[in-house]
């Protein structure tokens, strides 16, 4: 199917940006990241621009492992993303809203619940960005000791995510027909009972909410190790990458799309999106002064932290010669193995340092950064577009909502001048603005010609 020739364009918000020391910053407020009105004013810079989404991630845990850093970074204080996203479809009109979910802490019934709500309240404006937990200190939050091993976490997740689009399907469109005078509230023949029993899951329904307005919110998925790519190959709409390589993130681009056409998915119904950490300025100069600022405000406790933790905590930064190579292979992780082994290529190939490291994780969480003019980062993701590593970036600022304003200000315009980027919204839902095809009610299709018969799905 042929390519739309303009990109997407999300915007991943932290509560004071990306960069770890954006939170000192006088322009940012210091208790932002529970403050429903920048939040708001965060969603309004995006949504004038005609982004597609605002994206948010989450952990139901402090993920750091020490006081040391616990105490300088701003991240531990933040809303739960459905709790925000439902706050902010009230505050805004058209930009879609995406929150993290893990499958690994959360019970089916209780997710497609919060999220078929959220897309009623934005009318048709959801998406679930489905996170399996990678992050240490999440498991003995719910009882145990230690997270389920990672390929079992992803077979977990498949069940959990047909268990959630089984629930969506349990009441058909139009099911709920609200008839004052016959005094029918809903048409029962449009009702259907999961009755799930899987490997990991037993669930009857149906779901006590109308099928979404989107048939399904839109699936969000960002894992790049083999069982990730199966996982977003089989199941996701969007793929949220890291890797600031181009040469790799061509070949991530067409193995994905391999993949996904070999399961009979066209290829503009699984949209490839990367990380961008945009710092701009005027001059190239300004930008790098920019970017030193924060830098400065960062402590060497947290950048340890932070490297310790996307490297999965199998190594301790802070017995270790700062100034000596990397080296080409770590033990393996059971967190996150493809951040992991991403940061471990690069260090390689730039024969980085562990203090050389451990900086290019703070300022860019291991991304794609780019430092310069609007023109300059414009002409970086038109490139990467253009050679098809791309359908679209998640913009990442470095801080907000200084960074935000200088992308949305200064270089929307310039991809929008090379044709490249939408100039306002054209659907009504996140579905349609993104091209996204709205997904069939597995029960109507089975139901066509036997109306009136309980249809029982076994998944």
Do not use: C
């Not at 932290?305 to 393996?332: C, H, K, Y």
Request: charged share 25%; hydrophobic share 40%; aromatic share 8%.
């Amino acid at each position: 199917m042929r390519r739309n020739e303009q990109m997407k364009l999300g915007v991943f918000l932290l509560q004071a940006g990306h960069n770890e020391g954006a939170w000192r910053d006088p322009s940012v407020p210091a208790s932002g990241g529970v403050d429903i009105d920048h939040y708001a004013h965060l969603a309004a810079l995006a949504e004038g621009a005609a982004f597609h989404f605002v994206f948010l991630n989450d952990s139901p845990s402090v993920r750091d492992q020490d006081h040391a850093t616990i105490a300088r970074v701003s991240r531990n204080d933040g809303f739960e993303p459905i709790t925000l996203l439902s706050a902010l479809s009230s505050r805004t009109q058209d930009i879609g809203l995406v929150a993290s979910a893990t499958t690994t802490y959360h019970q089916p019934y209780h997710l497609a619940r919060m999220f078929a709500s959220l897309d009623h309240l934005s009318r048709g404006r959801a998406g679930w960005n489905i996170v399996t937990s990678g992050h240490r200190f999440e498991a003995p939050n719910f009882g145990e000791e230690e997270l389920p091993d990672h390929d079992e976490r992803y077979a977990r997740g498949r069940e959990f995510v047909e268990v959630v689009k089984g629930l969506w399907d349990t009441w058909e469109d139009n099911a709920f027909i609200r008839d004052k005078k016959s005094g029918i509230f809903a048409d029962t023949t449009k009702l259907h009972f999961l009755n799930h029993r899987g490997d990991y899951f037993s669930v009857r329904g149906p779901l006590n909410i109308a099928r979404p307005p989107q048939g399904y919110p839109v699936l969000v998925q960002a894992g790049a190790s083999d069982a990730g790519m199966r996982f977003a190959a089989e199941l996701s709409e969007v793929v949220f990458t890291a890797d600031p390589s181009l040469e790799n993130g061509k070949r991530y681009y067409a193995t994905l799309k391999e993949k996904a056409r070999a399961l009979g998915r066209d290829d503009d119904q699984l949209l490839v999106m990367p990380g961008i950490v945009p710092i701009v300025g005027s001059t190239k100069q300004e930008a790098y002064e920019k970017l030193e600022r924060l830098q400065s405000y960062t402590h060497i406790d947290v950048l340890v932290g932070m490297a310790d933790r996307l490297l999965g905590f199998v190594t301790d930064l802070r017995s270790m010669d700062l100034d000596s190579l990397v080296p080409e292979t770590l033990p393996q992780t059971n967190f996150i193995q493809s951040r992991q082994t991403l940061l471990l290529e690069l260090a390689a190939r730039e024969k980085f340092t562990w203090r050389q490291l451990i900086r290019f994780v703070s300022d860019s969480h291991g991304h794609l950064m780019v430092v310069g003019t609007p023109d300059e980062i414009a002409n970086t993701m038109v490139d990467i577009f253009d050679q098809r590593a791309a359908d679209g970036f998640n913009v990442l600022p470095a801080i907000v909502p200084g960074g935000l304003k200088d992308f949305v200000e200064l270089v929307v315009p310039e991809l929008r001048r090379r044709g490249k980027f939408r100039s306002g919204y054209s659907g009504q839902t996140l579905r349609e603005n993104l091209g996204l095809k709205q997904p069939l009610n597995r029960f109507s299709q089975v139901q066509g010609k036997e109306r009136g018969r309980t249809t029982v799905f076994s998944g």
